[in-house]
């Protein structure tokens, strides 16, 4: 599954719901979180905790991104992560 497929279900299944307050900031504060958590989990070398709390920070930044009227998100990330790789030092 692509990561917009993969939006597009939690969109249907969990952000869609009225339960839920939609707004950026929650968003932001939940991408936060996740950053955290993953940033504690690399330290604790808890790699089963890491793919989790990765895949949550991608669904906070799609939904970022989709606010800020970007349409595919996915081919946005999938630049700017080759743009990373070309700017990569050549010593790492």
Known sequence: ??????YKKVCE?????PSLKHEIN??????HE???????AVGNDQKDKIHPRAAAALISIFYVMRE???DDPEE????????LEE?????I
């Open 1 to 6: 599954m692509t990561l917009n497929e993969t």
């Open 13 to 17: 299944d969990v952000l869609t719901h």
């Open 26 to 31: 929650s968003a932001i504060l939940a991408l």
């Open 34 to 40: 996740s950053a955290t958590k993953v940033w504690q």
């Open 68 to 70: 800020l009227g970007i």
């Open 76 to 83: 946005c990330l999938k630049k700017k992560l080759e743009e």
């Open 87 to 91: 700017e990569k030092p050549t010593f």
